[in-house]
Every structure is written in structure tokens, then in C-alpha cells.
């Protein structure tokens, strides 16, 4: 299985729809960068809480600060942490990202890259879940914005 690195949008996305435990199900080691746990864990909701009680998501901080400059001009500082830590040693298998200028980068820099949506309907092949539209439905309802040609792939894809 997998070594992933994780943003803030999946995390809370996943946790506000009960589904946090895939990543654990689905991948061997999960890595958050540590502007990712401070941005998650600054509110006091159920995300925040699923992080901090956690045993499974591993903490990282990227080696090279400098870095970050690189990148900052059009991404959030989870994002540029999440592309470094991917490249550095031992590099990850697969970032799971939300933001579609993130996604850009990451496979500009070759990164694998895969989202919240792709996580779903990883789950259900491999047969974690049964159903991949009432998860989308709750995120929908949660407030998250999915493109409705998106919802109609992933209904397609999932074979609902």
C-alpha cells in the first residue's frame, strides 16, 4: 500500500462525512505536513479532534524551509508544504489534494495526485464502502462544492 501526504481539504472533507478511517484502510502510511495539522486542528470541530486523537496520521515537517518561497505565490502554505515533504526523502507514493491549482502543480512537478473524490471511489473497489453517491451527497450537503459534470463521472465511474 501507499505512502500518502495529505492536505486539509481531504481531512476535513472525509472526517465531516464519517469517512476519515479510509486513508487508513486504503493506504500504509499517511503524512500530514505540520501547516496542514495547524490549520486543521485550529478550530475545535470534528476534524480537528479525529487529528489530534489519531494514532495513524503521522506528522511531518518539510527540511528545507526555503523552499516554501517557490511556491507561495498561488498556493496556501498546507499546499506548498504538502508538494515539498512528497519530494523529499522517503518520497510519497500519492498526494491527496483538493484544490485544482494544487492538483496543477503537484503533476507538474510529477507528483501522483489524487482527491477526495478519488479516495471514495478507491474505497469502493476495493470494496470498503458499497455505495460511492451517498458519500457525495453528504459532501454536497456539507457544503462542499463538486462541479456537477464531476458528480456525474464519478456517479459513472462508481457504476451508480
Not at 518539510?62 to 512528497?86: C, F, N, P, T
Not at 450537503?141 to 463538486?146: D, E, Q, V
Request: charged share 25%; with cysteine; hydrophobic share 45%.
Amino acid at each position: 500500500m501507499p505512502r500518502v501526504i495529505v492536505n486539509s481539504t481531504p481531512l476535513i472533507v472525509l472526517s465531516d462525512i464519517g469517512e476519515l478511517d479510509l486513508l487508513k484502510k486504503l493506504y500504509s502510511e499517511i503524512y500530514i505536513p505540520q501547516a496542514v495539522f495547524d490549520e486543521v486542528t485550529a478550530k475545535a470541530d470534528s476534524a480537528c479532534q479525529a487529528i489530534k486523537n489519531s494514532d495513524w496520521i503521522h506528522i511531518a515537517k518539510i527540511k528545507d524551509q526555503s523552499q516554501k518561497r517557490i511556491y507561495q505565490a498561488k498556493l496556501h502554505d498546507g499546499e506548498v508544504e504538502v508538494m515539498i515533504l512528497a519530494q523529499e526523502e522517503p518520497k510519497a507514493d500519492l498526494v491527496i489534494l483538493d484544490d485544482n491549482a494544487a492538483k496543477k502543480t503537484a503533476k507538474f512537478l510529477g507528483l501522483k495526485v489524487t482527491g477526495s473524490l478519488g479516495v471514495i471511489l478507491k474505497a469502493k473497489k476495493e470494496n470498503h464502502i458499497s455505495n460511492v453517491m451517498p458519500l457525495v451527497n453528504k459532501m454536497l450537503a456539507n457544503g462542499f462544492y463538486i462541479a456537477q459534470e464531476v458528480v456525474d463521472l464519478v456517479k459513472k465511474t462508481a457504476g451508480e
